[in-house]
């Protein structure tokens, strides 16, 4: 099974994108954040056309929005009010064979790492909190979380971690708290089980640099786990930087996974 997990940045406007994806990387079920869409306007019907007949979505006007496009049935859909919102971040469905699959997009957070000044950053603290806590109450079983989490955890996962310790996405208390959601039931990073720590490793680049390419000033905000009893099925991850080229491309590019079903 090939699963890829992309914040789209509005899946009406890269709709060709995402055709051009699914065409071209042949991914089974892909998850999309920021889709920016209330249900009623989602593209289902072209998608289902490219082979992507079952599908769960949780969408809203102009921001956020979760999605699971997929090959393979899907039961047991789920939505999640995060911090009491209804705000379209935390969408769920089981795969054949009993795995939990999380789609998950959490708040940026805002420009200022301010929790008292910025009501957004303390909110992403909060998100990260909630789910770090849930998780040891679910149901024991294999899963797997997906999404844009908005935090670049690693030395090696931005352009300059000594530069960047004030900059929202990977300042120490949120990385502090993400690795606390991570050991909370030992989730696996698949893409660092095939790409080792001290080798750089993005998944997002600034629509605001003149030549995103050149400057490389990138962020691995995008990420899949697993829990342990899939670490053995894993067989290889693959982050396609080629489409942050592409046509009016999200600021975002696809992370992929190879699981043996």
């Known amino acids: 099974m090939k699963l890829a997990t992309w914040n789209i940045n509005s899946v009406r406007l890269r709709l060709p994108l995402l055709l051009r994806f699914a065409a071209e990387y042949l991914p089974d079920i ?52 995060r911090c009491g919102k209804q705000d379209c971040r935390h969408l769920s469905a089981h795969l054949p064979g009993g795995a939990a699959l999380h789609n998950i997009y959490i708040p940026a957070g805002g420009y200022e790492a301010d929790p008292i000044g910025n009501p957004k950053f303390q909110h992403k603290l909060d998100f990260v909190d909630e789910l770090a806590a849930w998780w040891p109450q679910q149901t024991a079983g294999a899963k797997i979380l997906v999404g844009d989490l908005n935090i670049a955890p690693l030395e090696h996962d ?16 949120e990385r502090e708290k993400f690795l606390a959601m991570q050991n909370s039931i030992d989730w696996i990073d698949s893409a660092r089980e095939f790409t080792p720590h001290d080798q750089k490793l993005y998944s997002w680049w600034s629509y605001r640099a003149t030549d995103w390419d050149a400057a490389n000033k990138g962020r691995r905000l995008d990420h899949i786990w697993v829990t342990p009893d899939l670490k053995s099925s894993l067989r290889g991850a693959h982050t396609p930087r080629d489409l942050r080229a592409w046509p009016q491309p999200s600021d975002h590019v696809p992370v992929i996974l190879q699981i043996q079903d």
């Open 158 to 173: 931005v352009w300059d971690s000594k530069k960047m310790q004030n900059v929202v996405s990977h300042t120490p208390i």
């Open 30 to 81: 892909i998850c999309l954040q920021e889709t920016k869409c209330p249900d009623e306007f989602f593209p289902a019907t072209k998608l289902r056309a490219a082979g992507y007949t079952h599908q769960a979505i949780w969408g809203q006007k102009s921001y956020n929005g979760v999605a699971i496009l997929s090959r393979v049935p899907l039961t047991d859909i789920q939505t999640y009010a």
